[in-house]
């Protein structure tokens, strides 16, 4: 059983530009979490999504982060107009559908540089 | 007040020492505990849940306490394979919050 895969492992861009980043959960996990990490601080959460439903975006920023989890294919975190302080190390989890609270797989990131 | 408190660190311990990391959480209804170990540069880990009655794996024992909304983890006989930052998380409906870590470094 695969774990979490998230792609790429790194990403660099220049400011401006728009980042994709990508995340297929683990095998008959449909809850899919995204964290930022930046360097030398803890995770900080930033959107909750189950297919095609955004549960919580609580710790999203307001502009320019979007994310979605659609029907078919991976969780996409998307960032446009990227500006140097959204470098940062980008983690994604899943977790399995249940009533109850599961631990958290991760993936092993997407390192995001903003030249 | 942060929602998750940990002891700062990092905590440098020689092999074969027993080091304990505290952590406090502000939201009384949190319902899920856990300990994740997080790798320099890697992604964290599910090191252990957490049980209102103690749980112990290995080397290994985890506390809660629901009524001081504290967290605790053992570590005794610290290998060098130990190091890592050691990462406190509670969860309550549809949040998950992660503690900011305290790093623990072991030394030969």
């Known amino acids: 059983n695969a774990g979490v895969m998230q792609n790429p492992r790194h990403l660099v861009r220049r400011r401006g530009q728009e980042a994709r980043l990508r995340c297929s959960p683990m095998?008959?996990?449909?809850?899919v979490y995204w964290y930022r990490q930046l360097p030398e601080e803890g995770l900080k959460f930033m959107v909750y999504l189950q297919k095609e439903n955004i549960i919580d975006e609580s710790g999203m920023p307001k502009e320019r982060f979007s994310a979605e989890f659609p029907k078919e294919g991976p969780s996409i975190l998307r960032i446009q107009q990227v500006v140097r302080g959204d470098s940062a190390a980008y983690f994604c989890?899943?977790?399995?559908?249940?009533?109850?609270?599961?631990?958290?797989?991760f993936g092993p990131g997407t390192r995001l540089t903003v030249l | 007040r942060k929602e998750v408190e940990q002891d700062p660190g990092p905590f440098n311990v020689p092999e074969g020492a027993t080091v304990a990391f505290n952590c406090t959480y502000s939201n009384s209804a949190s319902q899920s505990f856990f300990w994740y170990r997080q790798d320099c540069r890697k992604e964290p880990k599910l090191l252990m849940s957490v049980y209102s009655s103690g749980n112990e794996d290995g080397r290994f024992t985890a506390q809660l306490n629901r009524a001081s909304q504290y967290i605790s983890l053992l570590i005794r006989d610290s290998k060098l394979s130990d190091s890592a930052t050691y990462l406190c998380v509670n969860t309550g409906g549809f949040k998950t919050i992660f503690g900011a870590g305290t790093r623990l470094f072991v030394k030969a």
């Open positions: 095998k008959g996990h449909s809850h």
């Open positions: 989890a899943s977790s399995p559908p249940s009533g109850q609270v599961y631990e958290q797989f």
